[in-house]
């Protein structure tokens, strides 16, 4: 299908610059664009104060990643599979499995995950992780504040990601 | 050649102040006029002149000048204040996404292309996306298809918007560049409500998008296309007629469309010379063919008719994404194609088969058979093609990317030579180069 004459569309060309109108315009057109300008004079400021004032994220917005334990049993979820490793992109995850030990259980499966490492100074934040995990042990959470002053800070390790953060990220509404 | 005569100069130098003689070496001065009369005399038949006026400097603009919108070096022969001829130079963000690209499993490609073109993630995805499913042969649900072309829509808005405020900023407009990037945010909260991310959102999957839109996503979106709506009332009554923007933008850097043609330069530069080649329109791709909305062209093809194309382009993106709200047609948003597309997340408890694709999905990924494909979309920029060649394997053989903002900049020597410094700034910021697209 090609293009039907009634769909172009010739925009307009405005005005020759210079001359008479050019003088008009000068001082015209600058005022009303400065009525434009100064219309929003009235109305509410549309920037955050950041540090003191968080920026308000969606229910779905993917920041730092959480793991999870079983509410009940208080075991992990995470049974050291390693589909989140072999499906990130950034390759920026490490597990290394070991068997559970039945007196002393850590996951709920029969491996869990001795080593678990999240380079977020690699991670590209594409949830990838949060799709792969079958279990529901790994999801991205809002938490957006992540700078640190070195490389290694940000390796998060299994205790660290499974810790309860502190809550610094207000959630958004539906009508928002 | 050069490095030697410099130590033989130096040597001399050196034995001359030795001496104490220092200076009587070269006490000949040698003129321009003796160079040319002696190439005269050297070279029978043929007359070397000199013009005293002419005097050309080469000028390195870039890599790190903020007009150059970008990582972009141009080394720029300059006679006065005209300039005599342009080179531009890339690859200072040269990424090697491409590359990379022969690595990854079909899906975890789609994160890493839709980071070249950093202000058109949707239309990289697209191209990707749909150059693979034509390859496997993957029909996408209508509803997804709708979906998509809602979120490139409000894409093409984002980008020109960035166009449009650092252009302004350029040519000294601070005011609209502080509007553009209002609304911009705007559009990126859509985003990351549909999404989760504001950037770089890996939406779109291979046979769909990732996730239905959430609940109140549509009201959110008529409330930003309200507001867009007065945002480019108000881009509109700061520019149009502006008397200093007319002056810096009308009959500057204009190009013939035959030119713009063989340089193969595509989207809202090649529209505002007057060509009506759009391939939302040519190519019938996604749910274009249903929906309803103009082309705009310019007449001359200079820096105002491309601002008036560019600006016409997000009125009748809103247009598109109003008709896509009040039509969006109920359904999967992803193909039922196990082998292809991962199953839904309540089944995994559920269905020891549906859990035995997901694990093959995620770990190995699909195979394709052995074939080649070119899908084009048109981007904010124009013409984005994606070329994937699959070769049996799980992870595609070559990817390539036809990048509108590349092929472009090719006409940047035809559109500013002979032309002002200043000008050149504000062709390059109408000429709208993404440089991360361009390296890659």
């Given amino acids: 299908m090609s293009i039907r004459p009634d769909e172009i569309k010739v925009v307009p060309r405005g005005p020759e610059p210079g001359g008479m109108g050019g003088a008009y315009r000068a001082f015209g057109e600058t005022l009303r664009g400065l009525r434009t300008t100064m219309g929003r004079l009235f109305e509410k400021p549309v920037t955050i104060q950041y540090p003191e004032e968080k920026t308000p994220v969606y229910p779905r917005f993917r920041g730092r990643h959480k793991l999870h334990k079983f509410e009940d049993s208080g075991l992990e979820k995470c049974v050291g599979c390693s589909l989140c490793a072999a499906a990130c992109p950034a390759e920026c995850i490490r597990v290394v499995a070991a068997e559970n030990d039945p007196e002393d259980r850590v996951s709920g499966g029969e491996r869990y995950a001795a080593v678990y490492e999240i380079n977020l100074a690699r991670c590209i934040f594409c949830g990838y992780c949060e799709i792969a995990c079958p279990f529901d042990a790994i999801t991205m959470g809002h938490d957006y504040e992540m700078a640190d002053y070195n490389r290694s800070d940000l390796i998060f390790t299994k205790e660290m990601l499974l810790a309860e953060p502190i809550d610094r990220t207000p959630l958004r509404g539906e009508g928002e | 050649m050069a490095r030697v005569e410099d130590t033989l100069h130096d040597r001399e130098l050196r034995q001359a102040g030795a001496m104490g003689a220092a200076g009587t070496l070269r006490d000949e001065e040698i003129t321009v006029s003796d160079f040319t009369t002696e190439l005269s005399e050297r070279i029978p038949g043929v007359e070397f002149e000199l013009e005293p006026e002419q005097e050309m400097l080469t000028v390195n603009m870039g890599p790190h000048h903020p007009a150059t919108h970008g990582v972009l070096r141009l080394v720029v022969d300059l006679e006065g204040e005209v300039v005599k001829d342009l080179k531009p130079v890339i690859g200072y963000v040269h990424t090697g996404i491409e590359k990379s690209c022969e690595t990854m499993q079909y899906w975890k490609v789609i994160p890493f292309v839709e980071r070249m073109d950093y202000l058109s993630y949707f239309f990289n995805m697209q191209a990707y996306v749909g150059a693979v499913e034509q390859l496997i042969g993957l029909?996408?649900?209508?509803?997804?298809?709708?979906?998509?072309?809602?979120?490139?829509?409000?894409?093409?808005?984002?980008?020109?918007?960035?166009?449009?405020?650092?252009?302004?900023?350029?040519?000294?407009?601070?005011?609209?560049?502080?509007?553009?990037?209002?609304?911009r945010d705007r559009v990126l909260d859509t985003f990351e409500m549909s999404t989760g991310q504001r950037m770089h959102t890996r939406y779109f999957q291979i046979g769909g998008v990732a996730e239905d839109i959430p609940a109140g996503f549509e009201q959110k979106v008529r409330k930003t296309v309200e507001q867009l709506k007065t945002g480019i009332h108000q881009y509109e009554s700061l520019l149009d007629k502006n008397e200093i923007f007319l002056i810096r933008t009308k009959d500057v850097g204009v190009v013939s469309r035959e030119r713009l043609v063989e340089l193969g330069v595509t989207g809202p530069l090649l529209r505002a010379a007057g060509d009506p080649w759009d391939l939302r329109k040519e190519g019938e791709y996604l749910a274009y063919p249903e929906l309803d909305f103009d082309v705009p062209v310019g007449t001359v093809g200079?820096?105002?008719?491309?601002?008036?194309?560019?600006?016409?382009?997000?009125?009748?993106?809103?247009?598109?994404?109003?008709?896509?709200?009040?039509?969006?047609?109920?359904?999967?948003?992803?193909?039922?194609?196990?082998?292809?597309?991962?199953?839904?997340?309540?089944?995994?408890?559920?269905?020891?088969?549906?859990?035995?694709?997901?694990?093959?999905?995620?770990?190995?990924?699909?195979?394709?058979?052995?074939?080649?494909?070119?899908?084009?979309?048109?981007?904010?920029?124009?013409?984005?093609?994606?070329?994937?060649?699959?070769?049996?394997?799980?992870?595609?053989?070559?990817?390539?990317?036809?990048?509108?903002?590349?092929?472009?900049?090719?006409?940047?020597?035809?559109?500013?030579?002979?032309?002002?410094?200043?000008?050149?700034?504000?062709?390059?910021?109408?000429?709208?180069?993404?440089?991360?697209?361009?390296?890659?």
């Fill in chain 2, 139 to 183: 029909e996408v649900p209508r509803r997804a298809q709708w979906l998509r072309v809602l979120h490139m829509e409000l894409n093409r808005i984002h980008s020109h918007l960035v166009w449009l405020g650092t252009s302004a900023l350029d040519l000294g407009a601070m005011g609209v560049y502080f509007y553009c990037f209002r609304d």
């Fill in chain 2, 302 to 440: 200079d820096g105002y008719d491309r601002y008036r194309v560019r600006l016409t382009e997000m009125k009748e993106s809103l247009k598109i994404i109003e008709q896509i709200l009040d039509g969006l047609p109920e359904g999967p948003w992803v193909a039922d194609d196990r082998k292809y597309a991962l199953p839904p997340r309540a089944e995994l408890s559920t269905s020891m088969e549906s859990l035995i694709h997901h694990f093959k999905l995620v770990t190995e990924g699909f195979r394709v058979e052995p074939g080649e494909v070119y899908n084009p979309v048109e981007s904010p920029r124009g013409e984005l093609g994606c070329f994937v060649m699959a070769d049996g394997s799980s992870k595609p053989a070559r990817v390539h990317f036809r990048e509108p903002s590349f092929v472009n900049l090719q006409a940047l020597a035809d559109m500013t030579i002979g032309e002002y410094v200043a000008d050149l700034i504000q062709t390059l910021a109408m000429l709208d180069p993404i440089l991360g697209g361009i390296d890659r």
